[in-house]
């Protein structure tokens, strides 16, 4: 009896354990991931002559080859690279300093400094995107009054080109905190042995941080790169919130845009399907992608 | 990791579908007749204060009782019915504007609702029941028309010795001399998010942007007419005597305030919302006809209106089709949209209520008592307008090219061209027949 609990409970116990995440993976994972490709192999077609009624109909791979044909999606893709190459290392530099100086600052002015810098990542994307355009538009900008005070052309920084900088500002203003803080917590997580062998060696503060803290933080920089770079794969609200504000930012100017406005604007959940699995598939290999380059380099002796 | 990536990236399918699970748990409860439970209709709306009007009607029926949800905005309405119908929870009744109807009677969401509704023809202003009516058959109820105006301050005009313009080129040289008076100043604004101001000024110009004979359909975005509306605000812009801010963000809110705009193209409904946003201007507002392109002409445009429909989603099709009617035709429903909304109802007794006259807008000059005169005879010289099925589509396209265009100072004949490129691209691939 008791040699037959022993041999079961090993077999059970797992599974019971894992059941609540497999069920919701494949709940909130799996299933809508199967819906949407199901979705993007169907179209709309009207049968009849003038008005009609569309029915659903199967067309295949048609809404990939429209997806992939489209010139909107590969603009689309070259825009959201343009925004990423500002993002993603202004956000990861200023985590990366921030999380360095905190490291070496007296404790009291460490936890206002951490905090005052964490805030604006409590703040959701929209609102930070409604607060910046505020401050951007030159007719209600703050800003924009003190510039008329002094009689300077007022700047729109969502014309032309700068509408990139000033979208990445919003999400580099929002992501840094987040990032700094998982830094942050790794550099505290080093022993302070190294440090005071290090000093010993005539180690400057500087090379302290450059050569002991930043080497041996290298898994949470990389981890924190990661998301940085998946989350400008993705980038929706800031775009989607200040393109009501100029002219400069269109319907389609990032992928998960034309997304959006494909399903819910123009009433095309087909065809977006198709696009949405092309930006999955896009984000799954650059983010692995970048993993394995990332991980050959930083530890290149444990892989 | 992966899964995550996969989860966001099916994000929009994902919230489509909690966006339509979430209007499915309140779905409408069939009713009992023998418990004496009341039948519970779902209704999507987003007129301001249409709750109050509702009430109205949940307190004589308590058979019928009406929910309303307020949370759908105008230019989402097709996508959010279109996934609510994906996943099998349409509320009973929605609002629509006229424009977007055509794409809800393609997507099976509006029902016909000839048996009920057919024969109050002589009782609708004649434009908005053929907004309503496709092939003979009736597809909303018309709430309200919007017959086209000119709003402009008339302390500003007045100051640099100004006409309200009767035509365009007046409008010009107007632009012109507020511009010159004032750099920091213009008559306008040419809004690249307002397709809908756009369509109309075309429609007016004689634009047909979708015609239907025979069952073939012809696009027509970029016609001559439509074209020619197009040159004439370039000419402006590129001029510098009008302004290029979208409409409705606060920049435009502000400069409607603070006069740096002098004049808006709007409708009939206006009014209520030059007093929300420019509060200190009260007063100070004149309304005309639209300029005309030949002096002595009288064509006017529609901008917006809406009406409802009855989804093919309810189980309780007779009790929804007479609230329907009841909301939009009833003397006292009128009377209750008089009395907490703006209205100019289809309804033509609607129009002769006494409560209408005594709503003499507030953000108008004061004693200017005729605006719904002018606005029955608006009405009247409005030119028909059929609209097809992804006048969506063709408003983010619209949207995109004219924005683009302004940014990099590139033709906006083109831009047409591009809205109109896409349209026909789209129709096709949905099987119509466009020729």
């Keep these: 009896m008791q040699k037959k609990r022993s041999r079961l409970r090993p077999r059970v116990a797992p599974w019971l354990f894992l059941t609540p995440a497999i069920v919701l993976a494949a709940g909130l994972m799996f299933a809508p991931l199967v819906y949407t490709v199901v979705l993007s192999l169907q179209g709309r077609k009207v049968a009849a002559s ?47 300093v921030f999380a360095l100086l905190l490291d070496n600052l007296s404790t009291r002015f460490t936890r206002f400094s951490r905090i005052s810098i964490f805030v604006p990542y409590a703040v959701p994307g929209v609102i930070a995107a409604l607060m910046w355009g505020f401050m951007y538009l030159p007719g209600v900008s703050p800003v924009g009054e003190l510039f008329s005070l002094w009689g300077w052309p007022v700047p729109n920084p969502l014309d032309g080109g700068s509408v990139f900088l000033a979208v990445a500002n919003v999400s580099i203003w929002g992501g840094i905190g987040f990032n700094m803080v998982i830094l942050y917590t790794s550099l505290r997580g080093l022993p302070q042995e190294i440090y005071d062998s290090a000093r010993l060696d005539g180690c400057s503060e500087l090379q302290l941080a450059l050569r002991i803290k930043l080497p041996l933080i290298l898994p949470g920089v990389i981890l924190t790169g990661v998301f940085t770079v998946i989350g400008a794969l993705q ?21 998960m845009m034309l997304v959006y406005r494909d399903a819910f604007v123009t009433n095309d959940l087909y ?15 650059a983010s692995l992608g970048l993993l394995r380059v990332l991980r050959d380099r930083a530890f290149g002796s444990e892989s | 990791m992966n899964s995550r990536v996969s989860r966001i990236a099916a994000g929009a399918v994902v919230s489509a579908l909690a966006i339509a699970s979430l209007a499915g748990c309140t779905s409408s409860e069939p009713g009992d007749p023998t418990t004496g439970e009341p039948v519970v209709l779902q209704y999507w709306s987003w007129a301001p204060n249409i709750d109050k009007i509702v009430d109205v009607w949940n307190e004589s029926h308590p058979d019928v009782q009406v929910e309303v949800n307020t949370s759908v905005g105008a230019a989402d309405i097709v996508a959010k019915l279109s996934a609510a119908k994906e996943a099998g929870s349409l509320p009973d009744l929605s609002n629509t504007t006229y424009e977007n109807l055509p794409n809800l009677v393609v997507n099976g969401i509006a029902a016909d609702i000839t048996e009920a509704f057919g024969g109050y023809e002589d009782e609708i202003a004649p434009a908005a029941w053929d907004l309503t009516t496709f092939d003979g058959k009736n597809y909303a109820v018309p709430q309200g028309t919007g017959p086209q105006f000119l709003f402009y301050r008339t302390d500003i005009f007045e100051s640099l010795g100004l006409e309200a313009p009767t035509t365009w080129d ?35 110009a004689g634009a047909q942007w979708w015609s239907q004979e025979d069952g073939v359909w012809s696009v027509g975005i970029a016609d001559a007419d439509a074209t020619k509306v197009a040159d004439y605000w370039q000419g402006l812009v590129d001029e510098g005597v009008v302004t290029t801010l979208k409409t409705w963000t606060p920049e435009w809110q502000a400069a409607l305030a603070d006069g740096t705009i002098a004049s808006w193209l709007s409708a ?27 002096a002595g002409d009288s064509v006017s445009a529609a901008l917006g209106g809406s009406g409802t429909v009855v989804t093919t989603g309810t189980e309780h099709a007779e009790e929804a089709q007479e609230f329907a009617i009841w909301l939009n035709n009833s003397t006292d429903a009128l009377n209750a949209y008089i009395e907490n909304a703006s209205i100019w109802p289809a309804n033509l007794a609607g129009r002769e209520l006494p409560g209408i006259k005594d709503t003499a807008p507030a953000a108008l000059a004061p004693g200017f008592e005729d605006f719904y005169d002018v606005a029955a005879e608006i009405d009247d010289e409005t030119v028909p307008v059929t609209w097809g099925p992804d006048v969506a589509l063709a408003y983010s396209a619209f949207g995109d090219a004219f924005g683009t265009a302004i940014t990099q100072k590139s033709s906006f004949g083109d831009a047409l061209t591009t809205v109109q490129d896409a349209v026909v691209a789209d129709m096709t691939k949905l099987g119509f027949t466009v020729e």
């Design chain 1, 235 to 255: 980038v929706f609200s800031e775009p989607n919130m200040m393109m009501s504000l100029t002219n400069s930012i269109t319907s389609d100017w990032v992928p």
């Design chain 2, 170 to 204: 007046e409008y010009a040289a107007a632009a012109r001399t507020i511009h010159t008076a004032d750099s920091s100043k213009y008559l306008a604004t040419f809004p690249a998010n307002d397709a809908q101001l756009f369509a109309a000024l075309s429609a007016q």
């Design chain 1, 271 to 285: 065809g977006a399907s198709a696009t949405a699995i092309i930006i999955t598939a896009v984000t799954m290999i």
């Design chain 1, 50 to 96: 003038g008005i009609g009624i569309a029915a659903d109909v199967f067309v295949g791979l048609d809404n990939y080859v429209a997806a992939l044909t489209n010139p909107a999606l590969l603009g689309s893709f070259a825009r959201m690279l343009g925004y990423a190459l500002i993002a993603v290392p202004v956000t990861m530099g200023l985590a990366l």
């Design chain 2, 268 to 294: 009939v409904w206006a009014p209520p919302l030059i007093l929300q946003n420019a509060p200190e201007t009260a007063g100070l507002w004149g309304a005309v006809r639209l300029p005309q392109w030949q």
